[in-house]
């Protein structure tokens, strides 16, 4: 179960007045405050460190899994699944089952027929949010959720 299952666990428990849960509760809290805040990219032989706040999306394509950050792109191990485990909630949003987005790095929502939108990045690029995550992405920068 990840951190948020068990954060949630622990704040019933503190409803139901259970004592050990305030204790609890602070655990997951800093779990979750102190996610990995770097990634590891492939760069050449070696690898670069990348900052979770350099990254401007994440892109799954042809098997691979693509980091896009300001200045280039790299290649990630990890499955985009696995990196949407790790990654901030709060910088990072899953548009479509092909990427992930910084959504410090978003500049616009453009509608398409059919219920789907691309975003539009400080880059320039767009990524095409599929129909079912619209609301939600717009939910996010919108502060709502």
Same mark, same amino acid.
């Given at each position: 179960?990840?951190?948020?299952?068990?954060?949630?666990?622990?704040?019933?428990?503190?409803?139901?007045?259970?004592?050990?849960a305030?204790?609890?509760?602070?655990?997951?809290?800093?779990a979750?405050?102190?996610?990995?805040?770097?990634?590891?990219?492939?760069?050449?032989?070696?690898?670069?460190?990348?900052?979770?706040?350099?990254?401007?999306?994440?892109?799954s394509?042809?098997?691979?899994?693509? &980091?896009?950050?300001r200045? +280039?792109?790299?290649?990630?191990?990890?499955? !985009?699944? *696995? @990196?949407? $485990? =790790? %990654?901030?909630?709060?910088?990072?949003?899953?548009?479509?089952?092909?990427?992930?987005?910084?959504?410090?790095?978003?500049?616009?929502?453009?509608?398409?027929?059919?219920?789907?939108?691309?975003?539009? &990045?400080?880059?320039?690029? +767009?990524?095409?949010?599929?129909?079912?995550? !619209?609301? *939600? @992405?717009? $939910? =996010? %920068?919108?502060?709502?959720?």
């Open positions: 179960m990840g951190d948020h299952g068990r954060l949630a666990r622990a704040i019933e428990r503190v409803h139901s007045g259970s004592p050990e305030g204790g609890e509760v602070e655990r997951v809290l800093h979750l405050r102190t996610r990995n805040t770097r990634l590891l990219a492939r760069c050449g032989d070696g690898y670069k460190v990348v900052p979770q706040q350099d990254v401007v999306y994440f892109l394509e042809g098997g691979l899994t693509k &980091l896009c950050a200045d +280039r792109s790299y290649i990630l191990d990890p499955t !985009l699944n *696995d @990196l949407e $485990d =790790r %990654l901030d909630p709060a910088l990072f949003f899953r548009v479509s089952r092909a990427a992930i987005v910084n959504l410090n790095y978003v500049t616009e929502v453009q509608p398409l027929a059919g219920g789907t939108a691309d975003v539009v &990045l400080h880059t320039g690029v +767009r990524v095409e949010v599929s129909r079912r995550r !619209l609301k *939600d @992405l717009l $939910d =996010r %920068l919108g502060g709502r959720a």
